[in-house]
């Protein structure tokens, strides 16, 4: 089964600049992760996602690398926005769909 | 659009009691699954249900039972509920495809479950 994990449990960026969050996972099997963001009493809502054909995906202010060599990806939002702060979380899209632990980000005006 | 729901939004339980979790999708999804939110955990997955008829287990299935009453409804029960189950209890949705891969899951609002 595939194993994500995300290694840091919080992250505080200031308004306009980048924010990198990361993931690694276990399984180069089935190359194909998303993004979820989660606000606080929600439940979490899909954000973007790649696939092993790729090795990026842009979606507006947000773009996710696959780096396949390294099993790692990492998602980048830029301009950081305080509206962008949330819980994220990367998944595997394979049958199960695991997810990683998740990043707390703080975007601070 | 409702898109998932789940009743009820919070419960307090004490120990040793049941209750029934419910789930329904109204975008005539076939795969239905049931994650637990803990801090610093992440999403777990408790019990999944690839289509009608079909159940599993995820990551963390000791303690419930699911029901696939039909292609809308997924239910989780807990039958002696333990203060271990105290958390946010998320069900979500999505169209498996036949590659494996599916589209991207969508998530109810979640149930606070707190167990004394």
């Not at chain 1, 600049?17 to 992760?33: A, G, Q």
């Not at chain 1, 696959?66 to 830029?78: D, R, Y």
Request: hydrophobic residues 30%; glycine residues 8%; proline residues 5%.
């Amino acid at each position: 089964d595939q194993q994500v994990k995300q290694n840091s449990p919080s992250l505080s960026v200031q308004e306009g600049r980048i924010s990198i969050l990361n993931c690694d996972y276990t399984n180069s099997m089935f190359d194909y992760f998303l993004w979820y963001k989660k606000y606080p009493a929600e439940g979490p809502t899909f954000l973007i996602s790649i696939s092993s054909i790729k090795d990026k995906n842009e979606d507006g202010r947000f773009t996710v690398f696959l780096n396949k060599s390294a099993k790692h990806l990492s998602l980048h939002i830029v301009p950081s926005q305080p509206g962008d702060s949330a819980v994220y979380f990367c998944a595997d899209n394979f049958n199960k769909f695991y997810f990683g632990s998740g990043t707390k980000l703080n975007v601070k005006p | 659009n409702a898109g998932v729901t789940q009743t009820p939004k919070f419960q307090v339980l004490k120990t040793g009691q049941s209750m029934t979790l419910q789930c329904a999708q109204d975008m005539n999804h076939n795969s239905m699954y049931w994650y637990r939110q803990d801090p610093g955990m992440g999403l777990r997955l408790i019990y999944y249900s690839a289509s009608e008829g079909t159940t599993d287990k995820g990551e963390v299935p000791n303690g419930y039972n699911v029901s696939r009453l039909n292609k809308r409804e997924f239910s989780l029960r807990l039958e002696s509920a333990a203060p271990s189950q105290t958390s946010v209890y998320f069900c979500a949705s999505t169209e498996m495809r036949e590659t494996g891969f599916n589209s991207p899951l969508h998530f109810g609002n979640g149930t606070r479950l707190t167990v004394t």
